[in-house]
């Protein structure tokens, strides 16, 4: 560890580091290239470009079933938000078939009962450990019977996922569809790409699109790249074109963290990633509490004021924190934790998936039986079960439940209903 009297010599070393560490991102082999997947600007489109861009991918990652000799593959959507997550993943149920393969598809977001949740990431961390090959997949009985049942010769397994795919997750997918909301998804994702195999690259893995979902739905007039994203202002980027924000060449022959680690000006839409992380943490001449100069340089941390002035989680993260019952009713604690009462019975809608797409859905969880099976294990009530692992938060925003409506569904999810 090394200390400095200022800020010069300060950045000197930064600088030294930064150069090395470019230097053995160059020296690593090619494991991640990119192509932009096209879409047209009309938002009813999106999803059906999103499954050719799979179903592209799939054709050059894929791995041969040694029993049947049939192809699979299992790769990564990324969404931006949750709402498009589950709206994506009920169109792949329902338009499963397509150019002789079957699409399999899972929902991954934050808004699942904690059970649920839990039982797919065990089972996820489980199939995309690939550190020693890929037997254990074709051993896998879920796997297994969607590839016996199959009437095409293509299997693609998709898991259609939120940001919290990118961090904590030690998956290994063979290719990756990426929602463009920032640079710095973009390299989060592609560390989920081939990352316990090496391999040689010829054909792009990782398609991105060529715009963001949500700038298609508001027609551009809104901020898009942003919750998730670094967007601030409308003029903080030329378009929502990605092939006009980023340096596609580049990207086509590697991606890798060049472009966040170093202000390189190849790509529009990382250069706003260093503009306001630059306003934040080393705009030196900020003095107030929402910059790291006005914490260094003054005493803000001897008062509470920060806490008041910017807010860690404004009303964008506030949530309502309920539990769900067998028999589909959400309850909320009482004031000491030991109690509950039924809560939001005619502002949440439950939806069930039909025969067609409950056959497509790659991993089915059953509540009841989970509940049942951790109430036996660990010797409670289903009640106390429940009050400890049937937890799910609903995003109110601050806003009493009464004047909002959601839609939960076992398999999807929770989301918020739009059409109210």
């Known amino acids: 560890?090394?200390?400095?009297?200022?800020?010069?010599?300060?950045?000197?070393?930064?600088?030294?580091?930064?150069?090395?560490?470019?230097?053995?991102?160059?020296?690593?082999?090619?494991?991640?290239?990119?192509?932009i997947a096209y879409c047209s600007t009309d938002v009813k489109d999106y999803f059906a470009a999103v499954k050719q861009a799979v179903i592209e991918k799939h054709n050059h990652h894929n791995m041969i079933d040694p029993i049947t000799g049939k192809?699979?593959?299992?790769g990564v959507v990324r969404m931006a938000n949750i709402n498009p997550c589950v709206a994506l993943t009920q169109y792949l149920l329902e338009n499963s078939t397509d150019e002789n393969c079957e699409i399999k598809a899972m929902?991954?977001?934050?808004?699942?009962v904690l059970l649920m949740r839990h039982a797919q990431e065990k089972y996820l961390d489980k199939i995309l450990k690939r550190?020693?090959?890929?037997?254990?997949?074709?051993?896998?009985?879920?796997?297994?019977?969607?590839?016996?049942?199959?009437?095409?010769?293509?299997?693609?397994?998709?898991?259609?996922?939120?940001?919290?795919?990118?961090?904590?997750?030690?998956?290994?997918?063979?290719?990756?569809?990426?929602e463009p909301s920032s640079y710095r998804s973009f390299i989060q994702m592609a560390g989920r790409v081939l990352?316990?195999?090496?391999?040689?690259?010829?054909?792009?893995?990782?398609?991105?699109?060529?715009?963001?979902?949500?700038?298609?739905?508001?027609?551009?007039?809104k901020i898009a790249f942003r919750w998730p994203g670094y967007q601030q202002q409308m003029n903080d980027l030329s378009s929502y074109d990605l092939e006009k924000l980023v340096n596609t060449k580049?990207?086509?022959?590697?991606?890798?963290?060049?472009?966040?680690?170093?202000?390189?000006?190849?790509?529009?839409?990382?250069?706003?990633?260093?503009?306001?992380?630059?306003?934040?943490?080393?705009?030196?001449?900020?003095?107030?509490?929402?910059?790291?100069?006005?914490?260094?340089?003054?005493?803000?941390?001897?008062?509470?004021?920060?806490?008041?002035?910017?807010?860690?989680?404004?009303?964008?993260?506030?949530?309502?924190?309920v539990y769900l019952t067998t028999d589909s009713i959400f309850w909320e604690k009482g004031r000491r934790g030991d109690k509950a009462v039924p809560v939001g019975k005619d502002n949440v809608v439950f939806e069930q998936l039909n025969d067609s797409e409950t056959e497509n859905v790659w991993f089915s969880r059953d509540y009841q039986a989970l509940i049942d099976e951790q109430a036996k294990r660990r010797q409670l009530s289903i009640e106390e079960t429940i009050l400890i692992y049937?937890?799910?938060?609903?995003?109110?925003?601050?806003?009493?439940?009464?004047?909002?409506?959601?839609?939960?569904?076992?398999?999807?999810?929770?989301?918020?209903?739009?059409?109210?």
């Open 71 to 74: 192809k699979i593959s299992i």
């Open 131 to 178: 550190n020693k090959g890929d037997e254990h997949i074709f051993k896998d009985k879920t796997i297994r019977k969607h590839i016996d049942n199959a009437n095409s010769d293509s299997i693609i397994f998709v898991l259609v996922a939120t940001p919290v795919e990118e961090v904590g997750r030690d998956h290994d997918f063979d290719w990756a569809v990426i």
């Open 107 to 112: 929902a991954y977001h934050s808004q699942q």
């Open 390 to 420: 049937g937890e799910i938060s609903f995003p109110t925003y601050g806003e009493p439940l009464a004047n909002q409506k959601f839609i939960y569904n076992e398999q999807l999810g929770l989301k918020k209903d739009t059409q109210k």
């Open 250 to 321: 580049e990207l086509s022959e590697r991606l890798d963290a060049t472009n966040r680690i170093q202000k390189t000006q190849s790509s529009e839409l990382a250069d706003l990633e260093h503009r306001v992380i630059h306003q934040l943490l080393t705009n030196y001449d900020a003095k107030g509490p929402e910059s790291m100069q006005g914490w260094l340089d003054s005493d803000w941390w001897l008062t509470a004021l920060p806490q008041e002035y910017v807010r860690f989680r404004g009303k964008r993260s506030e949530d309502m924190t």
């Open 195 to 221: 990352r316990h195999r090496e391999k040689d690259v010829t054909e792009s893995n990782i398609a991105i699109m060529k715009y963001n979902y949500r700038a298609l739905k508001t027609q551009g007039k």
């Open 1 to 35: 560890m090394k200390t400095f009297d200022n800020k010069e010599d300060y950045r000197k070393e930064h600088a030294k580091f930064i150069k090395k560490r470019i230097k053995k991102l160059a020296e690593q082999p090619v494991r991640r290239k990119v192509n």
